[in-house]
């Protein structure tokens, strides 16, 4: 291909894309497909020889469309947000164009510059602790890695290195083996189910630790467990504190577990893989209370933050004790800028890198501050107008409600929200899961979608409430006739549960 033939593949992708996004809010938001659907449409070996772009362009219509699960319809309320938007796309196509591997400063300089750069915007963004930031005066510094999972992972391994070469060095006849095989970690049992891989991955016990009745980690329960491993000659080593839990979106109690971790000098790691993209704006930033005890900080601007996966922010107060647990020189990977900038593959697993930072810096500039804050905003503002409507309903219970996740139920035996959910899963005009809270089951609805407005939620609470009907064996309500709640869903929840007395 060359690159006459490149300019028209690309623009026809572009608009193949363009169209796609302008018009997903219109396609089942879950495919239809069966399991092996695409074995039957693909041929078994490769081409011999080069085919047409039109006929490739054609077959992502006709064999890869049918089978997309589509993340960004506005009908889409599963999991959290996984960001898509213009300037992020835009950006993901010139760093391929640019086909560079950003595996030491020299590798390609504009790769390792843009991202100190743009971790500090984004630090400051959040109003993370100075020390943080790599243009701050001390080690500590800023990267982009993958995912929050190869984050926690990446901060295990550096607690583990870290806890080893301090015991040694007060007491060198242990050996590395020995303290290895006592080290404990703990996080609550509302964690990532990445969390308890980074255990496994990492060979350190992980402790999921009960929560309170709102879903947070306490002080309390990790000092009991801390004691109790002391006790048995173990070793505490690290914990991740959620700020903004999968199921339900909780917050750890950041300012009763930093104490606890400054004292028993544990590697406090905070995972805010979702909900740290509220913190850029400053009424949300009182949830990162206690954030100064710290050693690590991670959240995902390839969630809520319309950078397109993946893009994972990682801090360290001290970065290098990333780099000593991580750092593996060769002859062929030494440059004489060694010290001026960082290496980055240093502070993470593979060698080579992605131009991540391009994307990020696309996405800042073309969204603005402003425009990041309207789009969380606007967002929670959805939630809430879901929320409302779901008080409004005496049918149903409001479970939690935290940064644009509504996790809800049907009053009465659990099988119902089961039924419920299992019902509005086959129908696919909207897509939810389901999480735990409290031992029982809710489910979990999101907004997800930039391009999600007002009446898609009504759209989904329309769904719920006709499922809802069906199974109480009322009459169906037809999916375009807008329920008589959503009339009222403008006033506050509290006015609405006094109507509905
Ligand atoms: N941590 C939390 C709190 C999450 O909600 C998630 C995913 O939803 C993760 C970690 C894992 O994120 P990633 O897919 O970037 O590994």
Redesign the pocket.
């Known amino acids: 291909m060359d690159s006459k033939q490149f300019r028209e593949f690309a623009k026809a992708a572009v608009d193949y894309i363009a169209d796609y996004i302008d018009s997903v809010e219109d396609r089942p938001v879950l495919s239809g497909v069966s399991p092996n659907y695409l074995s039957e449409l693909i041929p078994d070996e490769p081409p011999q020889t080069g085919e047409a772009w039109q006929e490739v362009l054609q077959d992502v219509d006709r064999i890869i469309m049918p089978g997309l699960t589509h993340w960004m319809s506005p009908h889409f309320h599963a999991?959290?947000p996984t960001a898509c938007s213009f300037p992020a796309i835009v950006g993901e196509l010139m760093s391929a164009g640019f086909g560079c591997v950003g595996l030491s400063w020299v590798a390609s300089p504009a790769y390792t510059e843009l991202e100190v750069v743009m971790m500090n915007w984004l630090g400051k963004l959040l109003n993370l602790p100075e020390e943080f930031l790599n243009c701050s005066e001390g080690p500590g510094g800023g990267v982009i890695q993958?995912?929050?999972?190869?984050v926690?992972f990446v901060a295990l391994l550096t607690a583990k290195e870290k806890k080893v070469a301090d015991i040694r060095s007060v007491h060198p006849e242990i050996s590395e083996a020995e303290i290895k095989g006592k080290l404990v970690a703990y996080s609550s049992n509302q964690?990532?189910s990445?969390?308890e891989k980074a255990g496994l991955l990492g060979s350190m016990t992980m402790r999921l630790l009960p929560v309170d009745d709102k879903g947070q980690l306490r002080g309390g329960t990790l000092l009991e467990a801390i004691r109790k491993d002391k006790e048995q000659g173990l070793i505490p080593c690290y914990v991740v504190a959620?700020l903004?839990?999968?199921p339900t979106c909780a917050f750890d109690k950041l300012e009763e577990l930093g104490p606890i971790c400054r004292d028993e000098e544990i590697w406090l790691h905070v995972?805010?893989?979702?909900a740290g993209t509220a913190f850029i704006c400053p009424e949300y930033r009182h949830l990162m209370k206690g954030i100064d005890y710290a050693d690590s900080f991670n959240f995902?601007p390839?969630?809520w933050m319309l950078v397109n996966f993946?893009c994972?922010a990682l801090w360290m107060r001290n970065a290098k004790h990333l780099v000593e647990a991580f750092n593996v020189e060769r002859i062929y990977l030494k440059d004489q800028h060694k010290g001026l900038a960082p290496e980055y593959r240093h502070w993470q697993i593979a060698l080579g890198r992605r131009f991540r930072a391009l994307k990020l810096w696309f996405v800042l500039r073309i969204y603005g501050v402003e425009g990041i804050q309207k789009h969380v905003r606007g967002q929670i503002a959805l939630a809430k107008f879901f929320e409302d409507l779901v008080c409004a309903d005496p049918r149903f219970e409001v479970c939690t409600s935290n940064m644009g996740l509504v996790c809800f139920k049907l009053k009465g035996d659990e099988s119902l929200t089961i039924k419920l959910l299992e019902e509005v899963q086959k129908r696919k005009n909207i897509f939810v899961n389901t999480g735990h809270f409290q031992g029982r089951h809710v489910i979990r609805f999101a907004i997800c979608s930039r391009l999600t407005e007002r009446r898609h939620v009504e759209f989904a609470w329309n769904e719920f409430c006709s499922v809802a009907n069906i199974l109480e064996g009322r009459k169906m309500e037809t999916m375009d006739k807008p329920m008589p709640t959503i009339e009222i869903a403008n006033m506050s929840c509290q006015k609405i549960r006094e109507k509905s007395k």
């Not at 993958?146 to 190869?150: F, V």
């Not at 995972?271 to 979702?274: E, F």
């Open positions: 999991y959290y993958g995912s929050a999972s190869e926690t964690s990532n990445s969390v959620n903004g839990t999968t995972d805010a893989a979702y995902n390839h969630k993946d994972s």
